[in-house]
């Protein structure tokens, strides 16, 4: 068997149907369209949502929840993958270095799954209950991550109406 001796299943390919060149194509005239409406026009169709004119469905669905992009952001590493880090000191740009952690990620955190051999110094990354402890066990240090204060909403203060 050769390459020009290959094709495809008996029926498995039909021809393009090539609307609107002539009634003797069988698709002339109105070319599948219908004959009158907004759908039957050169440009004409509705954008994706719109349900004629009525309130689009998009504003009828409940405005609710919030989908943080924290969890896009941040990598997840295994305490097993700190072996691959040259070095007793571990932090973001090291891990980056090692290609334990992704160029693009702006925070990682160590969880606790498998374990660790050597000391090392664990500074500027989250690192869950488990992992502190086991680098600790191992002879390591963590240092506190110092996050940056959110802002805090403004309250409106509460004028009590006078009786």
């Known amino acids: 068997m050769r390459l020009n001796d290959l094709h495809p299943a008996e029926g498995s390919k039909q ?78 740009d090291t891990l980056k270095a090692a290609n334990v952690v992704r160029k693009d990620k702006k925070r990682a955190r160590i969880m606790l799954s498998g374990e660790i051999a050597r000391a090392v110094k664990v500074s500027g990354v989250k690192v869950t209950a488990g992992a502190r402890a086991a680098i600790e066990a191992a002879g390591g240090s963590v240092e506190a991550v110092v996050e940056a204060p959110r802002a805090k909403l403004k309250k409106k203060p509460v004028v009590e109406a006078a009786a």
């Not at 009828?60 to 072996?83: H, I, N, Q, Y």
Request: glycine share 18%.
């Open 15 to 92: 021809p393009r149907r090539r609307v609107g060149r002539g009634s003797a194509s069988g698709w002339g005239k109105t070319a599948t369209r219908g004959t009158k409406g907004q759908k039957a026009r050169k440009s004409g169709g509705v954008r994706p949502g719109f349900v004629g004119g009525q309130l689009p469905i998009q504003k009828l669905m409940p405005k609710w929840g919030f989908r943080t992009t924290l969890g896009m952001d941040t990598a997840e590493v295994r305490l097993s993958e700190l072996e691959k880090v040259s070095g007793e000191v571990i932090n973001l």
